[in-house]
Nanobody, 125 residues
Framework: QVQLVESGGGLVQAGGSLRLSCVAS????????MAWFRQDSGNEREFVAA????????TYADDVKGRFTILRDNGGNTMILEMYSLKQSDTGVYYC??????????????????WGQGTQVTVSS
């Protein structure tokens, strides 16, 4: 099974930017759909963005569209989430997830089988 490790979280002021990385233990190209979810204390885990195994199709949560970009590196082991114009509401633990490439791209957490440990993003005022 694939193992996922996130990095890049930190403390940033509102309006700032961060770049999160998720490194997989194997290539995910044409093998796994990949996604980012986030969870703030007391809230349910929520979808942020996802990218198809082919890297061609992407989908975003409405409140991050135009501010976040999800992409893969050319080698296929790393997924990136570029976050701009950060808001306090973006605060949370960001999780990387992988699910079967054979399934449609999904914003639903149960569609993903493998999860990383998360990286904390804190946006201050």
């Amino acid at each position: 099974q694939v193992q996922l490790v996130e990095s890049g979280g930190g403390l940033v002021q509102a309006g700032g930017s961060l770049r999160l990385s998720c490194v997989a233990s194997e290539s995910t190209v044409n093998t796994y759909n990949m996604a980012w979810f986030r969870q703030d204390s007391g809230n349910e885990r929520e979808f942020v963005a996802a990218i198809r195994g082919s890297g061609v199709e992407t989908t975003y949560a409405d409140d991050v569209k135009g501010r976040f970009t999800i992409l893969r590196d050319n080698g296929g082991n790393t997924m990136i989430l570029e976050m701009y114009s950060l808001k306090q509401s973006d605060t949370g633990v960001y999780y990387c997830a992988a699910g079967s490439f054979l399934k449609p791209l999904s914003a639903s957490a149960p569609s993903y089988d493998y999860w990383g440990q998360g990286t904390q993003v804190t946006v201050s005022s």
